[in-house]
């Protein structure tokens, strides 16, 4: 992790090394490991003139410690070693742009294909991506999809064994919340995108795929995307000179036995027009009315936690509101063990809860599971008695026997739309990554509010899985 931060966060370098020397001292404190001492320099040594002899001598002594004590082989241990991240080598490659913390890529990784080029604005998520996957850092850009259209040229040789191009452009601008980001076209009568900032990023998108040229490629969004199809096919054809067949997707998460209600749009397309009609049949076989799986079912066997008694340290760890990494045998059921592989954990990462003040406990407590702010048992405590035509979902609290509401980045601000069933606290990080089927053993970085931005953000890697699973029978 070292590398990530002296290529990413230059100025903050040695703030950042000083708190990965915390969190390696942490994990060696829980698994009994004494730090041993070297003579040599076990990190590099371009390190030395930011981070003072004193830092680097402990990060040079905490690394040798993790390799004498077969670190690689430590399920968390490993994720800092720099050795371990490779280029990539497969015949199924492919390219994530607006990744963010990898919710996408994870479910093609586990479909078969192997990530080769990442990119996201937004470093706290590529720290997460970077942290979780073994992708040498040179296969990382942070930074805005227009620099990187730009400067192609630059990047051009990495793309060469492409053969999947995937994404989500930031789905703002499509939201139900903006209901004006088109306008009808008085000539074709066809809905077609204001130029906003937040629409126009998935033009980038596409003029990379005319670029790279990959077998097939995946756009992900919210189902207002949908309303503005006909010129997303437009502008693909005419940067890809007609070279893809569409297969455009309307899904719900819960279809695919995923503990959660997220409707979104999926536009799949393929060179070959035969296999990509076929791809729409696949997935539409794995449909299933609703999931089997319920809230209950991912909050399964989570240590009991209540909110963060002080504003003032939201990133503190305790016994009372949770811990960021703590050893923990993490108990499986059978959603657990599809969504961790059958791999057990010995730790637990991003658990812990936030700052909530008494009134907003109060109502935590009262308000029964499926009621909202409505609800005549918390009626004398809400502050928007005036405009409940507006806040009615300002509190929430979710049934354990159905699957959640949409997991969104606006629990980054608060988590009162999504109330814990049966403990006075909104949602942990980890219980929302794993309505969103990410794996126990992935961790996410930054502070706490970033995790909850990472998490609403992503894809569920359950059904991102589903798209995979039915591109890779082209190649089987």
């Given at each position: 992790?070292?590398?990530?931060?002296?290529?990413?966060?230059?100025?903050?370098?040695?703030?950042?090394?000083s708190?990965?020397?915390?969190?390696?001292?942490?994990?060696?404190?829980s698994?009994?490991?004494?730090?041993l001492?070297s003579?040599e320099?076990?990190?590099?040594?371009?390190y030395?003139s930011?981070?003072?002899?004193?830092?680097?001598?402990?990060?040079?002594?905490?690394?040798?410690?993790?390799?004498?004590?077969?670190?690689?082989?430590?399920?968390?241990?490993?994720?800092?070693?720099?050795?371990?991240k490779?280029?990539?080598?497969?015949?199924l490659?492919?390219?994530?742009?607006?990744?963010?913390a990898?919710?996408?890529?994870?479910?093609?990784?586990?479909?078969?294909?192997?990530?080769?080029f990442?990119?996201d604005?937004?470093?706290d998520?590529?720290?997460?991506?970077?942290?979780?996957?073994?992708?040498?850092l040179?296969?990382?850009?942070?930074?805005?999809?227009?620099?990187?259209?730009?400067?192609?040229?630059?990047?051009?040789?990495?793309?060469?064994d492409?053969?999947?191009?995937?994404?989500?452009?930031p789905?703002q601008g499509?939201?139900?919340?903006?209901?004006?980001?088109?306008?009808?076209?008085?000539?074709?009568?066809?809905?077609?995108?204001?130029?906003?900032?937040?629409?126009?990023l998935y033009?980038?998108f596409?003029?990379?795929?005319?670029?790279?040229?990959p077998d097939?490629?995946?756009?992900?969004?919210?189902?207002?995307?949908?309303?503005?199809?006909?010129?997303?096919?437009?502008?693909i054809?005419?940067?890809?000179d007609?070279?893809?067949?569409?297969?455009?997707l309307i899904?719900?998460?819960?279809s695919?036995?995923?503990?959660q209600?997220?409707?979104r749009?999926?536009m799949?397309?393929?060179?070959?027009?035969?296999?990509?009609?076929?791809?729409?049949?696949?997935?539409?076989?794995?449909?299933?009315?609703k999931?089997?799986?319920?809230l209950?079912?991912?909050?399964?066997g989570?240590?009991?936690?209540?909110?963060?008694?002080?504003i003032?340290?939201?990133?503190?760890?305790?016994d009372?509101?949770?811990?960021?990494?703590?050893?923990?045998?993490?108990?499986q059921?059978e959603?657990?063990n599809?969504?961790?592989?059958?791999r057990?954990s010995?730790?637990?990462?991003?658990?812990?809860?936030?700052?909530?003040?008494?009134?907003?406990?109060?109502?935590?407590?009262?308000?029964?599971?499926?009621?909202?702010?409505?609800h005549?048992?918390?009626q004398g405590l809400t502050?928007y008695?005036?405009?409940?035509?507006?806040?009615?979902?300002?509190y929430f609290?979710?049934r354990?026997?159905e699957?959640?509401?949409?997991?969104?980045?606006?629990?980054?601000?608060d988590?009162?739309?999504?109330?814990?069933?049966?403990?006075?606290?909104?949602?942990?990080p980890r219980e929302a990554?794993?309505?969103?089927?990410?794996p126990?053993?992935?961790?996410?970085?930054?502070?706490?509010?970033?995790?909850?931005?990472?998490?609403?953000?992503?894809?569920?890697v359950k059904?991102?899985q589903?798209?995979g699973?039915?591109l890779l029978?082209?190649?089987i």
């Amino acid at each position: 992790m070292l590398e990530f931060y002296y290529k990413f966060h230059p100025k903050q370098f040695k703030i950042k090394a000083s708190k990965l020397a915390k969190e390696i001292e942490f994990i060696f404190l829980s698994e009994g490991i004494d730090v041993l001492n070297s003579d040599e320099e076990n990190i590099l040594e371009d390190y030395k003139s930011q981070l003072g002899i004193d830092l680097f001598k402990k990060l040079s002594n905490l690394y040798f410690t993790i390799r004498i004590n077969s670190g690689e082989q430590h399920s968390l241990l490993k994720k800092y070693l720099p050795e371990l991240k490779k280029e990539p080598q497969g015949k199924l490659q492919f390219a994530d742009f607006f990744s963010g913390a990898g919710g996408l890529s994870q479910g093609l990784i586990n479909a078969g294909f192997e990530p080769a080029f990442i990119n996201d604005n937004y470093i706290d998520a590529l720290e997460t991506y970077y942290f979780n996957h073994n992708l040498a850092l040179t296969r990382f850009f942070n930074g805005n999809i227009q620099e990187l259209f730009r400067d192609f040229h630059i990047y051009q040789h990495l793309f060469k064994d492409i053969k999947l191009v995937a994404g989500g452009p930031p789905c703002q601008g499509f939201s139900k919340a903006n209901r004006r980001n088109y306008t009808i076209d008085e000539v074709s009568n066809l809905k077609t995108f204001i130029e906003d900032e937040r629409n126009i990023l998935y033009k980038y998108f596409v003029e990379l795929i005319g670029l790279i040229k990959p077998d097939f490629f995946i756009m992900e969004n919210v189902r207002g995307m949908k309303n503005v199809q006909a010129e997303i096919e437009n502008d693909i054809d005419q940067k890809t000179d007609q070279a893809y067949s569409f297969s455009p997707l309307i899904v719900d998460a819960q279809s695919f036995d995923i503990p959660q209600s997220r409707h979104r749009y999926i536009m799949v397309g393929g060179r070959d027009f035969m296999f990509i009609e076929s791809v729409k049949r696949t997935i539409d076989l794995k449909k299933k009315t609703k999931s089997k799986y319920k809230l209950s079912d991912a909050l399964f066997g989570l240590p009991v936690i209540s909110t963060n008694p002080s504003i003032r340290d939201p990133d503190t760890d305790s016994d009372k509101h949770g811990y960021s990494t703590r050893k923990f045998s993490v108990p499986q059921n059978e959603f657990l063990n599809g969504i961790n592989s059958n791999r057990s954990s010995d730790y637990l990462f991003n658990h812990k809860s936030r700052y909530n003040n008494d009134n907003d406990l109060e109502i935590f407590r009262l308000l029964p599971e499926g009621q909202n702010s409505l609800h005549e048992s918390i009626q004398g405590l809400t502050k928007y008695k005036n405009r409940d035509h507006i806040f009615h979902d300002k509190y929430f609290k979710l049934r354990s026997s159905e699957v959640s509401k949409t997991i969104t980045s606006h629990m980054k601000y608060d988590c009162h739309m999504y109330i814990h069933p049966y403990q006075a606290r909104g949602l942990s990080p980890r219980e929302a990554a794993r309505i969103q089927t990410f794996p126990d053993e992935y961790v996410f970085r930054g502070n706490l509010n970033s995790w909850y931005k990472q998490i609403g953000n992503a894809v569920p890697v359950k059904l991102a899985q589903v798209i995979g699973e039915a591109l890779l029978k082209f190649y089987i």
